[in-house]
């Protein structure tokens, strides 16, 4: 693989830029692999990445039923911040949040992370207590965060009417180095990594069955022939549920749609990320300067990816009080993604009743944020049996009633 620089840019202009290689390769499915991903998303390619990367277990093919990063990564509004209210999320986001700061250099591949900042206003004496709680919780887990006056929220985001005659601005919970990336650049970074590796990216190719053996995990059929393998991680996201059917078990969790939409381009007005959970709408400007702008999920279970004139109304109308600007604003393009959404609004990096068989689900609405971390952690868990990232997060704490409750930090948050 040739290396990003800004030498290779220069050697390249001298030639037209007809040295360039391919960035993965487009490899047919060998027979058999150590470990078989399920899901060319986020969090599978990072999977991958890391087993590779810190277990030097390289046997691997990740499986795409569609094209790689063309579910929720490449679907998502890209906050990154690990504001969470427990002890195991808070962790977990974190260890991401940091990850995402090294993450060009360590795949040679611009992701784009602008740790701009992430606000969360509070807009009702309820929320503005559950923000100061939260920031009382993050001082004791080393998280850098703090509430900030309405004063300063002004100061920061100028756009912003602060006195609104429903909900006033009332203050906000701030992390600095919180942010965005480049959705696409971080499924594309990493899967230029791993096929640098040696690693199979098998797109065009859907996962139809799971094979067995004796209660243990032996391959999968797909729709490009049968592939043996010895590990098998399921990273489906919105699919999760479909597919553990397909490998003899049931999840604890709902697909529903995310919607979001982009406006026309304008100049630079916003440089950091505002989100209002009391009204369900949140936003920020994108490199190519349209407002990019989401809501909450769909009222009811689904797996149309896309988006509908219904919620167009309900999101504009809920962010245009707090920001009169986007009165005036036309929007561009609406689609949609399919979340898988648990009981306590916290993922599931788990064993399954399949031994063998690991599951990386129920995200919901904000999972891009913990690419890296989940990546890292459920590569160790696939590789050495346990980790300290994703111990609390197994399918056993709904049977054991130990739940990581993170309804107000993720519940329509991302
Ligand atoms: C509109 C929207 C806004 C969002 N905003 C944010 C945000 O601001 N911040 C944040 O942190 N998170 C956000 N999220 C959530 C985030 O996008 C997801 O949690 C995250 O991208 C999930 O990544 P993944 O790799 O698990 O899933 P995906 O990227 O969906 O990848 C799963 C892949 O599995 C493939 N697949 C499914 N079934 C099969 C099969 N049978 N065989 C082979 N392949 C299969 C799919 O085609 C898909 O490509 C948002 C989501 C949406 C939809």
């Known amino acids: 693989m040739t290396r990003y620089s800004a030498f290779a840019v220069a050697k390249e202009a001298f030639r037209y830029h007809t040295g360039w290689g391919r960035a993965w390769g487009r490899p047919e499915p060998k027979k058999r692999y150590d470990v078989v991903i399920v899901g060319a998303g986020g ?24 094209w790689l990063g063309g579910g929720n990564t490449g679907r998502n509004t890209t906050i990154i911040r690990s504001n969470y209210l427990q002890d195991p999320s808070a962790a977990l986001y974190e260890k991401a949040r940091s990850l995402y700061e090294g993450l060009s250099q360590d795949l040679n591949y611009n992701v ?9 206003l509070a807009q009702t004496e309820h929320e503005l207590r559950g923000y100061q709680r939260t920031v009382h919780a993050n001082r004791l887990q080393g998280i850098d965060t703090e509430m900030i006056s309405p004063r300063e929220v002004k ?51 859907e996962v139809t069955s799971v094979q067995r053996e004796g209660g243990r995990v032996s391959g999968v059929s797909t729709t490009k022939g049968d592939i043996a393998c010895d590990k098998l991680g399921i990273v489906v996201a919105g699919h999760s549920g479909v597919m553990a059917e397909k490998a003899g078990f049931r999840l604890p969790l709902e697909s529903v749609s995310l919607q979001a939409l982009v406006s026309e381009p304008i100049k630079p007005c916003m440089d950091v990320v ?34 509908s004139y219904q919620h167009i ?29 648990t009981g306590d609004r916290s993922p599931i990096l788990s064993k399954t009743p399949l031994e063998g068989c690991f599951i990386n689900c129920g995200w919901g609405t904000g999972g891009f944020k913990a690419i890296p971390g989940s990546g890292w952690g459920f590569a160790e868990l696939m590789a050495t049996g346990q980790s300290p990232l994703t111990a609390e997060f197994g399918l056993d704490r709904f049977r054991e009633g130990r739940f990581i409750d993170e309804s107000v930090a993720a519940g329509v948050a991302h």
Request: glycine share 12%.
């Open 112 to 120: 784009m992370f602008s740790p701009r900042g992430v606000m969360m």
């Open 274 to 307: 505002v989100m209002a959970n009391t009204v369900h709408g949140y936003m920020s400007q994108s490199d190519k300067g349209e407002m990019v702008i989401g809501g909450g999920t769909d009222g009811y279970i689904n797996y149309a990816q896309r988006g």
């Open 313 to 341: 109304e309900e999101t504009v109308r809920a962010l245009v009080e707090t920001f009169p600007m986007i009165s005036r604003l036309k929007m561009l393009r609406q689609w949609a993604g399919i979340v898988d959404v």
């Open 155 to 205: 100061r920061l985001c100028p756009i912003m009417n602060i006195d609104g005659p429903r909900y006033p601005v009332l203050g906000a919970l701030w992390q600095a180095r919180a942010g965005t990336a480049r959705h696409d650049a971080v499924a594309w970074g990493y899967a230029r990594a791993c096929s640098d590796m040696g690693m199979d990216i098998i797109q065009q190719c």
């Open 43 to 66: 969090h599978g390619l990072a999977t991958a990445y890391y087993l590779g990367k810190n277990f030097g277990i390289r046997n691997v093919a990740i499986i795409e039923k569609g």
